[in-house]
Every structure is written in structure tokens, then in C-alpha cells.
């Protein structure tokens, strides 16, 4: 049974940072792609960052690209989201997917989800 458990999410000042973290299990060593979205509310679903198991390859979202980096301790089964620089339009539900997509910033494309981390940024 796959499982994607999100922490890290809270309530930050604008400018303040945040790290996500993603434990995957059930999932072995094959291969895959964690990605990272958020969805705020009334907006729809956006891919955030993403990262392949097996080499490291990322990719970012224009929004987040140089404020935000996503890693992986493949030793913990950990995907982690660094956000610094974080603004209040940062503010939405944060949740992992893992999967095999074609399109790694599409969510469509992803078959096991977290339950999401809330991040909230606000004076």
C-alpha cells in the first residue's frame, strides 16, 4: 500500500521560509516522480516543483523558480520542499503525488496522494 504523509506546513510572515517534507512507503526502488502542488482556495490545483527518485531531476514552476528547491533523501523516503521568500499568494493547501507522469507539473498524470499541509502567509 503506497502512502504520501505530508508535514512542515504553518503559519509564516511574509519574507519567512517553511520546509515541506514527503514520507513515501510502499513504493520500493523503482523509479518515480514526487511532485509538490498546492491549491488555494477558489484557484485550481498548480504544480509546484517535482523531482525523479532515481536521478534528482527537477523541474519548478515559473512562480516559485528561485525561492523555492525541492530534494530527496532516498535513505528516509523523503521529498522535501524548501520555500523561502514566501509571499501571501504562497498561501494554499501543500500536497505530494507520487506517479509516472509525462508531464511532471500536471497532477492529472499522478496516482497517490498526501493529504495535504496547510501554509499560511500572513503579517
Known amino acids: 500500500q503506497v502512502q504520501l504523509v505530508e508535514s512542515g506546513g504553518g503559519l509564516v510572515q511574509p519574507g519567512g521560509s517553511l520546509r515541506l517534507s514527503c514520507v513515501i512507503s510502499?513504493?520500493?526502488?523503482?523509479?518515480?516522480?514526487i511532485g509538490w502542488f498546492r491549491q488555494a482556495p477558489g484557484k485550481e490545483r498548480e504544480g509546484v516543483a517535482s523531482?525523479?527518485?532515481?536521478?534528482?531531476?527537477?523541474h519548478y514552476a515559473n512562480s516559485v523558480k528561485g525561492r523555492f528547491t525541492i530534494s530527496r533523501d532516498n535513505a528516509k523516503n523523503t521529498v522535501y520542499l524548501q520555500m523561502n521568500s514566501l509571499k501571501p499568494e504562497d498561501t494554499a493547501v501543500y500536497s505530494c503525488?507520487?506517479?509516472?507522469?509525462?508531464?511532471?507539473?500536471?497532477?492529472?498524470?499522478?496516482?497517490?496522494w498526501g493529504q495535504g499541509t496547510q501554509v499560511t502567509v500572513s503579517s
Open positions: 523531482i525523479k527518485s532515481s536521478d534528482g531531476f527537477t
Open positions: 503525488a507520487s506517479g509516472w507522469p509525462t508531464l511532471p507539473l500536471l497532477g492529472d498524470e499522478y496516482d497517490y
Open positions: 510502499g513504493l520500493g526502488s523503482i523509479s518515480y516522480e
